[in-house]
């Protein structure tokens, strides 16, 4: 069965880090396409970053481009999202999700979803 475990969410002042876990379990993560996306309250979830299965191929929205990086590590079935300078437009509750084949921007192409983990950015 697959399954998502997002964690590394919280409360960080404007300009602070975080790094957002994505661990999978019920098959392996580098066979996937892995995208994060966030969903603020009243808003579309929209597509943040991606990491593809082949060649690593990364994928970066424009508003969080040079201050986000995605990473996977295959050895412990996980991936990451590294935030940097954070500001309180990033606030959200950040998703990880899977889809065969290349990196999309588009939420219904993404076969399986964890369930979350919320970002607070405020001082």
């Known amino acids: 069965q697959v399954h998502f475990v997002e964690s590394g969410g919280g409360l960080v002042q404007p300009g602070g880090s975080l790094r957002l876990s994505c661990a999978a379990s019920?098959?392996?993560?580098?066979?996937?396409?892995i995208g994060w996306f966030r969903q603020a309250p009243g808003k579309e979830r929209e597509g943040v970053a991606c990491i593809s299965s082949s060649d690593g191929f990364t994928y970066y929205a424009d508003s969080v481009a040079g201050r986000f990086t995605i990473s996977r590590d295959n050895g412990r079935n996980t991936v990451y999202l590294q935030m940097n300078s954070l500001k309180p437009e990033d606030a959200a509750v950040y998703y990880c999700?899977?889809?065969?084949?290349?990196?999309?921007?588009?939420?219904?192409?993404?076969?399986?979803w964890g369930q979350g983990t919320q970002v607070t950015v405020s001082s």
């Open positions: 019920g098959f392996f993560l580098d066979t996937y396409a």
């Open positions: 999700a899977a889809k065969s084949d290349l990196c999309s921007p588009a939420v219904y192409s993404y076969d399986y």
